[in-house]
């Protein structure tokens, strides 16, 4: 495990095959279907009823069947959600402002 991994207090399994993972420095969300999956972890994408078993077990996003991956992978893996959410707004608006 790499040294200060980020903590990590909640997970929760969004549709699509993502995760939004609140760390202690900010929510985040991470496309699981981007993640470069090896071996057995390549059924988290591919099976949506173990997907959704995902849970925080000893701070460590954990599936059925002891599927763990590293904090600090996820991390920054992830993107934040407040980046995503703004940029999501900025093509709204360049879609309102072309369309005038």
């Known amino acids: ?6 903590k990590i207090k909640a997970v929760e399994a969004l549709p699509d095959f993502n995760l939004k993972i609140s760390f202690d420095t900010g929510d985040r969300l991470v496309d699981m279907k ?3 999956l090896l071996g057995i972890f390549r059924k988290l994408v591919k099976d949506e009823a173990l997907f959704n078993t995902v849970h925080l077990e000893d701070g460590l996003v ?11 992978d ?13 940029a999501k707004l900025k093509k709204v608006l360049q879609k309102l402002i072309s369309a005038n």
């Open 34 to 36: 981007t993640f470069n």
């Open 1 to 6: 495990m790499n040294e200060n991994p980020r």
């Open 74 to 86: 996820l991390y920054y893996h992830g993107v934040s959600i407040e980046r995503k959410e703004t």
């Open 62 to 72: 954990t599936w059925d069947g002891g599927l763990m991956l590293e904090n600090n």
